[in-house]
């Protein structure tokens, strides 16, 4: 093959990909249009951007990396029960975009990889997973954290704060999905561990920092619940 036809290859797998990867963002689009439950469109594209961060960091497979961060949410065991484990809409739209069946599991295992439940959760092995799931927990905390967190919270039927309900320290995953605690125990339950469970030196400096900036809102949060600060 002559240098030439080489490029014109290499262009055309690319705008190929590109292709792909604009559709799933249209798809995904459609899917989560009307959810108010921290789990919107803008979760699933702000998790992309930041999987394919860390992904040129790893030097991760990009294509894959970022097919996985998009759809990793399609089939949520809370949003979409029923495809959950055959992950059923991944699937059929992978299929529908003519994806090979190798990528189709590879991505399912990435997907099925990503979710925190708890302790008993997965340590991914492929760096592919590791990149996809620092930043799905990445977007967990820091600012957008901490609105994701009350809006779950509200749509949830949770209290903002109550002092006489502690945080459950240690929690499993039966414990995590049955919990109906307050948002701020929440911190202390869930978004406080994520920096330790970071897979990647990338996403550790990032939850290093927006952990740091959550801190400081719980710091203001309880002064002004106490009216030390009036
Ligand atoms: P993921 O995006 O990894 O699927 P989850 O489904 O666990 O994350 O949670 C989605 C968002 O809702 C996250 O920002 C998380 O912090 C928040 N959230 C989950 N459970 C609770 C809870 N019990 N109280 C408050 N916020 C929660
Ligand atoms: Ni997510």
Known sequence: MDKHARYIGIWKEESKMEN???ETIKYIKGIFEHDYSGHDFFHSLRVYKTAVEIAKYENANIY???LAALLHD???IKLSPKTHNKKDNAVAFMKKMNISQKDI?????IIDSVSFK???TIKPSSIEAKC?????RLDALGAIGIARAFAY???HNRPIYD???KPIEEIGKEEYQNNTSTTINHFYEKLFKLKELMNTEYGTKIAVQREDFMRMFIKEFMLEWNGDNN
């Open 118 to 120: 708890g302790f008993d």
């Open 64 to 66: 894959l990396v970022s």
């Open 132 to 136: 996809v799931q620092d930043a799905d």
């Open 20 to 22: 792909i990867i604009n």
């Open 74 to 76: 399609v089939d949520d």
């Open 153 to 155: 919270g509200g749509n």
């Open 105 to 109: 599991s590879t991505i399912c295992e």
């Open 163 to 165: 002092p006489d309900i």
